[in-house]
């Protein structure tokens, strides 16, 4: 009994990278959602809802949107945070760092992963992704000015400013499969079991 309990412990104490996961909503290979493994959440991809306003969206929760939600503003904050942006409390159009490799890479991953919103709005010089978050009626999001300068709309605007979508989560549709650590730790603990009753008999 202990070296099961032992085997157990150790795999439920194995650390779990969160990840962001493209997958797919109505069509294959669509790579319309973006799964949160460490929330839970589904992301609609901002192109959906692009040049929407709150009341547009959720006009369509019963149809196109079914089973979605607005998300919170705490919850895309945190969204952000996984991607690895920094999420400060700042004004609309604050800039957070220029040249910084690592908020270049973490911005061009959420846009790659949520769709291209502030540049569809503004242009070519931009390049980033913002949406509404109901809570606030204001635009909350992140993008690059000129590829090196990172600014921060925590939140900024109100429901119908340009070069945005709406933000729009669902509890997660995404199963895993075990990975294979865990998979040889329970294999370990199941044999380790066996020995033990045999060595007992």
């Not at 929330?39 to 949107?65: C, K």
């Not at 973490?106 to 709005?121: D, F, R």
């Not at 549709?173 to 865990?182: D, G, K, L, N, S």
Request: with cysteine; net charge negative; hydrophobic share 45%.
């Amino acid at each position: 009994m202990k070296n099961l309990i032992l085997a157990c412990s150790l795999v439920f104490s194995a650390t779990v990278n969160a990840s962001l996961i493209s997958t797919d909503w109505l069509n294959a290979n669509d790579g319309l959602i973006t799964t949160d493994t460490a929330s839970g959440l589904d992301w609609l991809d901002l192109s959906e809802t692009y040049g929407m306003r709150l009341a547009d969206a959720s006009a369509l929760f019963g149809t196109t949107f079914a089973g979605f939600r607005f998300a919170t503003h705490t919850e895309v904050l945190g969204f952000m945070g996984h991607a690895g942006l920094p999420t400060p409390a700042s004004p609309f159009n604050s800039t957070v760092s220029s040249g910084n490799a690592a908020h270049i890479a973490a911005q061009q991953l959420m846009t790659s992963l949520v769709g291209e919103t502030v540049g569809a709005g503004f242009g070519t010089t931009y390049f980033g992704s913002r949406g509404l978050v109901s809570e606030l009626s204001a635009l909350v999001g992140s993008y690059l000015i000129n590829g090196t300068t990172l600014h921060v709309d925590n939140p900024c605007c109100n429901d119908g400013h340009p070069g945005a979508g709406v933000w729009l989560v669902r509890a997660s549709r995404y199963v895993a499969a075990p990975e294979p650590t865990t998979v040889a730790l329970l294999g370990l603990s199941v044999a380790g079991l066996g020995f033990s009753r045999r060595k007992a008999a």
